[in-house]
């Protein structure tokens, strides 16, 4: 079955560090990617997606994400994190020709020190 | 802002009790879907409508579990009997529903559901 992976369960930073999230993907067809992202007490709220195109894309808040084909790979980086970036992140894909159905991994809960 | 609004926010009941929960999507979204959320895992869907129609439901438990959008709108979840396994956060989510290709999916801030 495809199936999202996230390699980290419980990132935590200080602030102005660097931030990478890794997320895999087992689908050997077209994919749609998306990153969510959960701030403590609220909705899920979608952070940036990749359709097709550039494989860097960027979304809110400073956050960006590569797609690497070959790597079945969809990492999401931050430069320099700040405390406002505690949250739980989550990878997710939609499979082509799956009715817009999102697969999500199992979240990674960043926390970010002040 | 429109938002999905879910009620109850959380909800306690004993096994083999009857719950529901319900969902309003945002105001023309015609896509609603339903989603369990697992302590420690992502989201999972558990039914997709399209206006008053599933989609899918090929993950929905249907023994216990059952799902209806009777007029294309707001939507009812429901679990008889709950079971200890059933504990999760359940989410709801609209999009426009309008296009084959990906849509933003809106999430409601979802049910907290306790089973004991």
């Known amino acids: 079955a495809q199936s999202v992976s996230q390699h980290n369960h419980h990132v935590i930073l200080s602030e102005a560090a660097s931030l990478e999230l890794g997320c895999n993907y087992s689908y050997g067809g077209t994919v749609n990617l998306f990153w969510y992202v959960q701030y403590p007490g609220q909705h899920l709220q979608l952070l940036l997606k990749y359709f097709s195109g550039d494989p860097l894309v960027k979304g809110i808040k400073g956050f960006e994400a590569e797609f690497i084909k070959s790597k079945f790979s969809f990492n999401l980086r931050k430069p320099s994190v700040q405390w406002s970036d505690t949250a739980e992140y989550f990878c997710?894909?939609?499979?082509?020709?799956?009715?817009?159905?999102?697969?999500f991994g199992s979240g990674t809960q960043l926390t970010v020190l002040p | 802002e429109a938002e999905v609004a879910q009620s109850p926010r959380y909800k306690i009941t004993e096994k083999s009790q009857a719950v529901a929960f319900w969902c309003d999507p945002i105001s023309g979204h015609a896509t609603l879907y339903w989603y369990r959320q697992i302590l420690g895992q992502g989201p999972e869907l558990l039914v997709q409508?399209?206006?008053?129609?599933?989609?899918?439901d090929s993950q929905l438990p249907k023994d216990r579990f059952s799902a209806e959008r009777l007029k294309g709108v707001d939507s009812t979840l429901k679990i008889q009997p709950a079971e200890l396994g059933d504990s999760a956060m359940y989410l709801c989510?609209?999009?426009?529903?309008?296009?084959?290709?990906?849509?933003?999916?809106?999430f409601g801030p979802g049910t907290r559901l306790t089973v004991t």
């Open positions: 997710a894909v939609i499979l082509s020709g799956s009715a817009r159905q999102l697969t």
């Open positions: 989510a609209s999009s426009l529903g309008l296009d084959s290709s990906y849509e933003e999916q809106y």
């Open positions: 409508f399209q206006d008053e129609s599933v989609v899918d």
